[in-house]
């Protein structure tokens, strides 16, 4: 992460410490963060801390994790490698290519199209959506026209929003997000919208943009649970998810803890019954338990996350589901933290392998790796290949 535009920590991080009565000896016995990196944060010779240190002094000081960065910290974005990839999208997200000629694309013909590439999207090929997204924000924008092309136009933007999130082309994210609750069809869509732009402010690093809105929209489209369908109880669920994952990283546990037990009400409303809508929809007592692991991994409690993870059924879930791989990360991290070097690094191999295009875009991947090998004398192969699909320098 880089560019706080509170400016630096230290200033910060010394007066509410002294506030506090705290030496930075004390500080670093209450935060778990060590004392050489307190002074040189203090010192302004420590660059932009990792949001789990900002969170681990912030609630070892009592504020919040936002008071203590004092304000919004812009993310780092996409490499040049993905940005030139994905150039071609951003450039028909602003002006659709121009038609070659031939018959012009029907709302059926796009529908499916639409629908054909969601097993990309599902799969984590994202060199081959880069591929394919051209072409289809063209021919969706020229059928956008009709209402019932209007809905296959917002399901793409929305498709096309998240995987712009997934690879860190914040701006572009935002745009085509902004399009897609734009010619939203209703409160339900919206809210679908709404969560990934709350995962979106959340990788950005803006968390208490991210929990006004997730609050904002869970209170709008919270259902009655008597007779809620499934739908709804998604929708709701995952705003909850969102405003749980916000108060997570802003150091507020307890309220963290609430929007959990309401997102898992929502998962056992729903109980066996599927949710419409596709895999960006998903959402089940499973989709709780995978937040709940990643709870305990922001509260620093790994042998929870351990625990957790080992009591989830992993039956009929993809490979290369995100949420799955996500949480494959939280349990690398944790071995890391219960010093299972090893078993780490086993961890984060299956992740490469099951989604190699995916993992490289995981800030948490490379945080994970870079611990990993400054524990190690010497570097297996293995780490060498895997420390350069995250991009971290050796």
């Known amino acids: 992460m880089s560019g706080a535009t509170g400016g630096p920590i230290g200033v910060r991080l010394r007066e509410v410490r002294k506030r ?10 209450a935060s778990g963060v060590s004392l050489s990196a307190i002074r040189k944060m203090e010192q302004d010779d420590y660059g932009q801390p990792r949001m789990e240190t900002a969170r681990a002094l912030a609630v070892a000081l009592g504020v919040s994790t936002t008071q203590l960065l004092g304000g919004v910290r812009e993310s780092a974005g996409p490499t040049p490698e993905v940005t030139d990839r994905w150039a071609p999208v951003r450039a028909a997200l602003d002006a659709p290519p121009p038609d070659p000629g031939g018959e012009p694309p029907t709302v059926g013909g796009v529908r499916a199209a639409v629908a054909a590439t969601m097993p990309l999207a599902a799969g ?22 009709d209402p019932a092309g209007r809905r296959v136009h917002a399901a793409l ?40 732009r709350c995962w979106l402010l959340l990788r950005r690093g803006h968390i208490d943009a991210a929990a006004k809105l997730a609050e904002e929209w869970a209170d709008r489209v919270e259902p009655r649970m008597s007779r809620a369908e499934p739908a709804e109880l998604a929708a709701w669920g995952w705003l909850l998810l969102r405003g749980s994952a916000a108060a997570d990283r802003d150091g507020r546990a307890d309220d963290a803890e609430r929007l959990l037990r309401l997102a898992g009400s929502a998962a056992a409303a729903i109980g066996p019954r599927p949710v419409p809508g596709g895999f960006l929809r998903a959402f089940d007592a499973r989709t709780v338990q995978l937040k709940e692991a990643e709870h305990a991994m922001v509260s620093d409690r790994p042998d929870e996350v351990l625990r957790l993870s080992a009591s989830i059924s992993w039956e009929g879930m993809r490979p290369t589901s995100n949420n799955l791989n996500r949480n494959k990360l939280d349990q690398a991290a944790a071995r890391v933290r219960l010093r299972q070097h090893a078993a780490a690094m086993d961890t984060l191999v ?16 490379r945080d994970i790796m870079a611990q990993v090998i400054g524990r190690r004398r010497t570097l297996t192969p293995e780490m060498r290949v895997l420390a350069d699909v995250v991009g971290l320098p050796l």
């Open 124 to 145: 984590d090929r994202l060199v081959e959506l880069s591929g394919v997204l051209p072409a289809l924000l063209r021919d969706a924008a020229a059928v956008a026209g």
């Open 157 to 196: 933007m929305r498709l096309t929003g998240w995987m712009l999130t997934q690879t860190r082309q914040f701006d572009a994210a935002d745009e085509a997000l902004d399009r897609a609750l734009a010619t939203a069809h209703d409160d339900l869509d919206a809210a679908a919208v709404v969560s990934t």
């Open 20 to 29: 506090r009565g705290l030496s930075q000896r004390e500080l670093a016995s």
């Open 350 to 365: 299956d992740v490469w392998q099951a989604a190699p295009q995916w993992l490289p875009h995981q800030p948490y991947a």
